[in-house]
């Protein structure tokens, strides 16, 4: 299948910015969309953002609406997510998604999974 690795966590102060990265490799070929989920500590996963293979579409949680940017470089085989104004609710570790529908990454279906990145937002 498709192997994903996500870098870029870390640990930010409220109002900080991070951009995290997924590459996808392997089996990457034909068209696919790729998304964000994130975990926070005592909470269920949850869906932050997805985007289609061409870039026309884009999903986000009502939670990030406006501070989150997902995009995507199909040469480097790579998915963003540029994290602006992080609160301490952004908390988690974020998982990285790929499949070759959108909504089936937007309902958390989706075939591949990263093995996340932790975003810590604290003062």
């Known amino acids: 299948q498709v192997r994903l690795v996500e870098s870029g966590g870390g640990v930010v102060q409220p109002g900080g910015s991070l951009r995290l990265s997924c590459t996808a490799s392997?089996?990457?070929?034909?068209?696919?969309?790729m998304g964000w989920f994130r975990q926070a500590p005592g909470k269920e996963r949850e869906f932050v953002a997805a985007i289609s293979w061409s870039t026309i579409t884009t999903n986000y949680a009502d939670s990030v609406k406006g501070r989150f940017t997902i995009s995507r470089d199909n040469v480097e085989n790579t998915v963003y997510l540029q994290m602006n104004s992080l609160k301490s609710e952004d908390t988690a570790v974020y998982y990285c998604?790929?499949?070759?529908?959108?909504?089936?990454?937007?309902?958390?279906?989706?075939?591949?999974w990263g093995q996340g990145t932790q975003v810590t937002v604290s003062s």
């Open positions: 392997g089996r990457t070929s034909g068209y696919y969309a």
């Open positions: 998604a790929a499949d070759s529908k959108i909504e089936t990454v937007r309902r958390g279906l989706a075939g591949s």
